[in-house]
């Protein structure tokens, strides 16, 4: 299982007192996957007495995403004289081993939080970089088969981000993998508001959709005799393709329905045009089965 780490780091992971001799890890290396802001500062600077403590708070507050490595410049000369560091405080930002910004002099409280702010977005947001993987876990295994892991690894995401879209259609595809359809459905429901109308809630709508049609389906072979027996039987066409959509024959169930709006397209309130959207919904938009049907009824409608 995966497991989601949302225990905040230690202020010493983010905030640490560096040498001329543990620049290069402290700094360079650990740049490399999270900036690194380094202050130059003296024990007789007054002015380093303001910026450290806010500098300090600034990388606290941005929870992991930049840390903060402390040179008294008067102990290590070395990297203060390779930067040019002419006058204290200095700053100076690095990303991926290099310097990308920095400041002289002491700053507002405000221009400090900018300035950290602005360093943290150099590198993303580790937290959505850790949920999209999640995710991206949860559908391999979703895929493989293993829905129960994956339906416990969506909703370990829920109980990080409650309103992430993908991992709530994620948790009632796999409780559909299951053919638990009614807690796919109780699922659905109790989706936040604000995500109600997302597309991948609405694919998973018209899925559990179909799949209660899957749950009636009638034999695919009865059917399909019963239409080429009297192929102006509507309902049986109708039949025909819930049940082909159920054994896994999309493709042919389109089909069946192009067919049925093309010799009736008004039967039953359009029947077949809703069944249509039905299935395209349930499907990425750029599956070959729904780019193809959706052409072909586009030709029926307007001809």
Known sequence: MLELDATPKPAEDLIKDGTDATFGPDVIEASQTVPVIVDFWAPWCGPCK????????????????????????????????????????????????????GFQGALPPSEIDAFVEK??????????????????????????????????????????????????????RSYLALDDIDQAEAILNGAPAEISTDPALEAVHAQITLAREAANAGPVAELQAAVEAEPGNHQARFDLATALHANGKVEEAVAELLELFRRDREWNDGAAKTQLFTIFDAREANDPIVLNGRRKLSSLIFA
Not at 128 to 135: D, H, M, R, T, V
Not at 136 to 161: C, K, P, S, V, W
């Open 119 to 172: 360093i943290a977005a150099l590198g993303g947001d580790p937290e959505a970089e850790g949920l999209a993987a999640a995710i991206e876990a949860a559908e391999q295994m979703l895929n493989e088969g293993a829905a129960a892991d994956a339906a416990e690894t969506f909703a370990a995401i829920l109980q990080e981000e409650p309103a992430n879209a993908p991992a709530y259609a994620g948790l009632v």
């Open 50 to 101: 303001t910026l450290g403590p806010a500098i300090e708070a600034a990388v606290t507050k941005a929870g992991g995403r930049v840390k903060l490595v402390k040179i008294d410049v008067d102990a290590n000369p070395t990297y203060a004289g390779q930067l040019r560091v002419q006058s204290i405080p200095t700053v100076y930002a690095f990303f991926q081993g290099q310097p990308v910004d």
